[in-house]
Each structure stands twice: as C-alpha cells, then as structure tokens.
C-alpha cells in the first residue's frame, strides 16, 4: 500500500513540474519583455553600423550574423549597395531610397515608411570592400536555414568564400539539419577548409584527408598555401608529417584536374565540330556536285542568322511572352527558305554561266558576298544584332573540376546531328537525293539517263544554301550576329570539305569534329592563332599524300 502511494505521488510530482513549466514557457514567449528582447539586440547591432571605425562596424555585421535574425538581410544589402544611412535628427538607422530630389526613408527592421529626408537630413554609412566581403558572408550565414535549397546552395558557397569567426560552428549546425545529400557534402568540404587552420593538428589532418578526394581549384589552392612559408621562413602547416599528406593531396587533386582538363577539351572540340559541320555540310554539297567554289558560302550563314534576329522580332511585338521561346523553332524553317531563295537566284543569276570555270566562279561568288554583306548593313546597320537565347536553352551545365558547358552548346550538338541525319536520308532515301548522287558520279551518264541535270544543279545550290541558312540560326545563339558573320566560317568550312573528301558526307562530319577537337586541344599548347597555323600546316601535309582527303569520292569535282 506504501509503495503504491509513493509511486502516485511521485508520478503526481512529475506531472506537475510538467505543467509549471509549460506555464513558465508560455509566460516568457507571450511576456512583451522577452518578446522584446530579439528586437533590442536587433536595435543595438544597427546602432553600431554607424560606428566610426571600420573595426566597429566590422563587430556590428558579425553581431547580426551571429543573430541569425531573417530581417538583418535588407540592412545588410542595403549597407553594401550604399543605401543605408543615418537620420541625423534621432541618429537612427533607415534605408534610404533616392525619389527625385528627397529620399524615401525605410525603417531597416520592419520595413515601414518613415517619410521623406533631404540629402542635408541623412548622412551615408561608408563600406569598403573588406566590409562587403564580410557582409557576403553574413548573408551566406542567414540564408544557411532557409527552406529553398538554392539559397542553402548559394549560401555555403557565401560563407565559404568570406568566413567570419563564427563560419565554422554555422556551417556545422547546417550541416547536422541538411537533408539534401549534395548540400551536406558541400557542407563538410565547407568545414573541411575551416580546420586546415585549426590549432588540433588532428582537425588538420583530418581535413586534409577530406579533402584530398576534391576535385576543385579552389580546394587546390587552399592546400598549396599550407606548403608556403611564412615571413620569419617557417612553414604554413607547421607539421612535417601533415605537410607531406598535404603535398600528397595537391597531387592528387592535380592529377584530377588533369584529367577533367582532357574532357573539357574533348567536349569544347565536339562543340567546335559541331559548329563547323553545320557551317560545312551546306557546301560539301554544293561543292561536291557541282564543283563551285562558292565563296558566298558564309554569307548564306549571315542571312539565316538574321533571318533569326527578324523573326525574334515578329514575335517580341506580337507573340505573348510565355510564347517568345518559340520564335527559334520558327527561325528554323525560315531560315532555311530564305538562303534556299537566295541560293537560287545565284545559282541561276550567275553560277550557270561559269560552270568548268572554278577561278572565275571563286571571283563571281566573292563579288556576290561583298553585296550582300552591303545589303544586310543598309537593312539591319553595321552593328551588331542580339539574339536572345530562349529560357529552354539557357544556362549550364557543370561536370566538375570547374567544367562546364552552356546549354546551347549542348542543343547545339544535338541539333547538328539531327541535321545531318536528315540530310542523309533525304539523300539515300528520295528520288531527287539519287538524281543527284548520279550527277555527282557520272554527269555525263546521268544526263543520258534522262536527268536534268541543270535543275539538279540549281536545286542543289538551293539545298545547300538553305542547310547554311539553318547554321545560321544555330551560330546566332552563340556568336554576335554582324555582317561578318560569315566571313568566320568560310575557310574553315573549305578546310573540312578538303580534309573529308570532296562530296562525301562521311569525309565532312569526321573532318568537322576532327579539325575541331585538335584545334581545342591545340589551343592551350600553342595558342589560338599559332593553333590555326598548324592545323593548316597539317591539312596541307596530308592532302599532299591523301589529295582526294579523308574518304574520296568518285565525282566531277574530284576527279577535276
């Protein structure tokens, strides 16, 4: 009977401090004064944002950091963008934004207006770029617990990149509630490059060992500076062992950014080939089946590209906004047309008349590109054009090693292979595609078969016109679209044609993608122009051995 009176009264007991202090926490939450008490530090910290000296401003920021109150982020940004003042009247602190002669006051707290001031009523709180670096990271710090993912990402990096003294416990604490997997391994590299200054060389060692698995050239820096000597000649990382596990790390994060290297190289030539192809692909046809050496080649790249800005245009003015990113689908047709119309009227107008006469068709044709060069500037002006990239194919991607690649050089592949493609089967599969496999064969046999072969010539023309004019609208998303825009393009165009084989579509897209990965990996060696020399050099060589190119084909032009 004791024991279960006793047992009654101490589950009383408990029950009863359980709800004195639920009494006593809903009394400090609801009691004005604790309320209050976030609010005054709030107040205080802004007061010493006014202080004289950069050091007391310094403390101020990072008091507001260590806060981790949501609403210092507007007096932080306003400080860094130089919008933070000080009335003079009550020496209180308000953002302050310009209105004609007066300035709009804002209360920094809780984003009330406080009237108007003139210029003479507020004096301007002074940042230098020491302070806005801190300020970063102070922001990096309060965005470290919001609930967008972006923000936390955005917000490691902040803190990261402008540490306060209070970096590495906040980037601990986040990384203990993270629950997105990337994040938190950002989150421990973050804490990694903190201890590398610690006093534990246990912490030391540790993050160097965390680090070492790094792939980032920021990483590597962080680690070569531990190698480095001080001024009195003693060493960063006082620890010899520690140093040689350091020195051991930088290799291998070397080694991998070797290796990221070679695939940046790699994926910017493919880029590069892709871009040459579709520049190419149009006279590999018209060059191969006809034997014109048309050096308005490029100028039918210029008039797909502004046949893009034009259509660009006729959305913008016309087409809702959610519907502009549609206006480069639209281009692609267009474009096609127009060169193809273009095409046609040089074809006829001129080429006709100069067939078996290459030299003269090379003058004809460049005497052709200097008018339309002058008939785009009197339309469009001399300036340049800006195409803007739709929100479908903007951004990047990131690989790693500080890799990465614009979403338009990515679609761009793409659609250059969908190109090609369907220019294959249009030529295997189409009764106009065997006409003019036959001309390029046998013109002679082939007109004793019955085919005309001057409207094959003439719809060839326009065939590979239109092809450029499709470049065009692709080179327009990543090049400034000028009346130069072709003049870019047409030699190496000739230079792939030439190294792939005359008329062979196999010859011109693995001289494309050959002639753009080795310059691409030549570029860093040699340098750009140097690069350019060589690669000429090269091709010059070998079609002194291989004059045909890469895969010949048996035609008019080839065997000219």
């Known amino acids: 009977m004791a024991v279960t009176i006793f047992a009654d009264v101490q589950h009383n007991r408990v029950v009863l401090f359980s709800i004195l202090f639920a009494m006593l926490a809903l009394l400090a939450f609801s009691n004005p004064v604790f309320a209050q008490q976030d609010d005054i530090a709030v107040n205080a910290a802004l007061s010493d944002l006014n202080a004289r000296s950069f050091k007391g401003k310094t403390a101020a920021v990072e008091a507001l950091g260590l806060l981790g109150d949501a609403r210092a982020v507007p007096t932080l940004e306003a ?13 209180s602190v308000v953002i302050a934004e310009r209105a004609g002669k007066a300035y709009l006051l804002i209360d920094p707290v809780t984003g009330a207006a406080m009237g108007e001031a003139t210029s003479r009523e507020i004096k301007k709180i002074i940042a230098n770029n020491k302070l806005r670096g801190l300020i970063r990271g102070v922001l990096g710090q309060l965005a470290l617990s919001s609930s967008d993912p972006e923000l936390r990402r955005a917000a490691v990096e902040n803190v990261i990149s402008s540490p306060t003294n209070g970096s590495l416990a906040l980037l601990k604490t986040a990384r203990d509630r993270e629950i997105e997997d990337d994040i938190r391994a950002r989150l421990e590299t973050g804490i990694a490059t903190l201890e590398l200054g610690s006093d534990d060389p246990g912490l030391r060692r540790a993050a160097v060992d965390r680090l070492a698995d790094g792939n980032d050239p920021v990483i590597k820096s962080l680690l070569e500076r531990r190698l480095l000597k001080n001024t009195d000649g003693s060493f960063v990382e006082p620890d010899a062992g520690i140093r040689a596990e350091v020195q051991e790390a930088v290799n291998n994060v070397n080694d991998r950014l070797a290796l990221f290297g070679l695939a940046e190289d790699l994926i910017f030539g493919i880029s590069l080939g892709s871009v040459l192809l579709l520049a190419a692909i149009g006279l590999a046809v018209t060059f191969g089946v006809m034997g014109v050496i048309n050096m308005a080649h490029g100028e039918m790249i210029m008039l797909g590209a502004y046949t893009t800005f034009f259509v660009q245009e006729i959305f913008r003015a016309t087409m809702p906004a959610e519907a502009f990113g549609f206006y480069l689908l639209a281009s692609i047709p267009a474009a096609f047309f127009v060169a193809a119309a273009f095409g046609i009227l040089i074809e006829r107008g001129c080429i006709r008349f100069l067939y078996g006469r290459p030299l003269e ?21 001399a300036n340049n054009r800006e195409v803007a990239n739709p929100d479908w194919i903007s951004g990047a991607i990131s690989i790693g090693g500080g890799v990465s690649v614009t979403v338009s050089r990515v679609y761009i592949v793409v659609f250059c292979l969908v190109v090609v493609a369907a220019l294959a089967a249009f030529i295997r599969y189409s009764r106009f595609g065997l006409q003019m496999r036959a001309v390029t064969q046998n013109r002679g046999m082939a007109s004793a078969m019955g085919i005309r072969t001057g409207q094959v010539d003439s719809l060839t023309f326009a065939l590979g016109s239109g092809i450029a004019g499709v470049a065009g609208v692709a080179l327009s998303q990543i090049s400034n679209v000028s009346p130069n825009l072709g003049q870019n393009f047409i030699v190496d165009s000739f230079l792939v044609v030439v190294f792939g084989g005359v008329g062979s579509l196999w010859g011109t897209i693995v001289g494309a993608f050959g002639l753009g990965i080795v310059n691409k990996f030549l570029e860093p060696v040699a340098g750009a122009i140097l690069g350019k020399v060589v690669v000429l050099v090269i091709i010059i060589l070998f079609i002194q051995k291989r004059p045909r190119g890469l895969f010949a084909l048996k035609g008019r032009a080839a065997e000219g």
């Open 79 to 91: 400080l860094s963008e130089g919008r933070l003042y000080v009335r003079k009247t009550d020496k």
């Open 361 to 381: 068709t090379l003058l004809a044709t460049w005497g052709i590109s200097l008018i339309l060069q002058q008939m785009v500037r009197s339309l469009f002006g």
